[in-house]
């Protein structure tokens, strides 16, 4: 006899995980938009202290890090909430919000966790595609909201499509979205974005629109992937409030908290990196315009190419990870024919130009 498991578990679809895990050491790990800075030091050492008091359970109010991001976005402590990375607060949100006869819109394709929501509640998913130049179509999004409509996801700039949109018309959005809908503004990558300008640009929205959570991670250019911490910055307490009430009470441990308030310190490395991405994506994005090939106006840490007119982007896929490049296929993320490559260090790039050339001659 197997075991029986709820139906929602039937429905909720495998996340798309990267492969290349047990690939060695000379593998272009181009596959999960991470930055390829290791933590500073003073990051590490103290992760490492907070190591040592783990007979203790962590804070469970947070109060260190809440503060810290305080003190430098301006957004109280009641209104930030804190996850095991923004994933938890994403999903979070869906099991605060979502139940049957309720509505999940966001664009698609979006980051690839966005589609659990509906099927872990039983909520319904309406999936806007995004315009011809792989962005978001807010008018559209818009159209969308009916009175059983609880969570609108935008993501910006967007996973997969790199692509985002000016803070104008996401202003414009936020006016047509009913006071009791939650939009969710995914900023994971905001960092990078010549577009919206700054990590401090759209904060003063929450001001104007308490619906409103901006959610951040320290996955990105923080470089803390492995230690899972996100946050959401919430135009009221209420979403916290209720993220917090459906999840177990310690969901982030003292070490990914002490390297995050440690890591907000070092501003000048955030903006070295940034400089340093923003560099790399505009070199790679030329070189592939160069040869050809169509590439999404990137705002993010990573690319969006097409590579197969025939949506078959599989063959390249594999072609890129048996030359020791391990990017996403465009397929597992919701637009088949591209492939949606990390950048890396300027090795690993030049490793994924020179493979693709031997691919696409
Ligand atoms: C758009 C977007 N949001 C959220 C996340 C989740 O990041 P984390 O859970 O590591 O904070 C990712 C990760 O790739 C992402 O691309």
New binding site residues.
């Given amino acids: 006899m197997s075991l029986e498991f709820a139906q929602k578990t039937k429905r909720i679809p495998v996340y798309p995980v990267a492969a290349g895990y047990d690939l060695g050491a000379d593998v272009a790990m181009l596959a ?2 991470e930055t390829p800075f290791t933590p500073l030091e003073p990051v590490v050492e103290a992760a490492k202290h907070a190591l040592l008091g783990s007979n203790r359970y962590p804070d469970p109010a947070y109060m260190p890090l809440r503060q810290a991001l305080c003190d430098r976005y301006r957004i109280p402590v009641e209104r930030i909430a804190l ?8 999903l979070s949100a869906g099991d605060a919000l979502l139940e049957p006869g309720a509505e999940v819109i966001y664009g698609w394709p ?2 690839s ?1 966005y589609p659990h929501l509906a099927a872990a509640s039983g909520a319904r998913a309406i999936e806007v595609p995004l315009n011809g130049d792989a962005e978001h179509d807010l008018d559209a999004i818009a159209a969308e909201i009916t009175v059983a409509t609880r969570l609108v996801l935008i ?1 910006n ?4 499509t790199s692509t985002a949109l000016p803070l104008e018309a996401i202003t414009a959005f936020l006016e047509k979205v009913p006071a009791q809908v939650c939009v969710i503004l ?1 900023e ?2 905001v960092e990078f974005s010549l577009t919206v300008g700054d990590p401090y640009a759209s904060l003063p929205l929450l001001d104007k629109y308490p619906n409103l959570v901006i ?1 951040r ?4 250019v923080y470089g803390l ?1 492995a230690l ?3 946050y959401g910055l919430c135009g009221s307490d209420s979403f916290r409030v209720a993220v917090d009430q459906v999840r177990q009470p310690f969901y982030l441990t003292a070490a990914a908290q002490s390297a995050a308030v440690e890591a907000l310190k070092y501003q000048d490395e955030v903006e070295r990196r940034v400089v340093a991405t923003v560099a790399a994506r505009t070199a790679v994005t030329e070189a592939l315009r160069n040869r050809g090939l169509w590439v999404a106006e990137s705002d993010a840490n990573f690319l969006w190419v097409r590579v197969a007119d025939d949506g078959d982007d599989v063959p390249i896929v594999t072609g890129l990870r048996e030359r020791g490049v391990v990017v996403r296929g465009g397929t597992a993320l919701g637009g088949p024919g591209h492939v949606r490559v990390t950048l890396g260090t300027p090795v690993e790039n030049q490793q994924f130009l020179d493979a693709l050339a031997e691919l696409l001659p």
């Fill in positions: 999960s938009n996850g095991a990375g923004s994933c938890d607060l994403i979006a980051f966790v993501c700039p967007n996973n997969p995914d994971a990558y959610l991670t320290f996955s990105k992937a899972r911490v996100g």
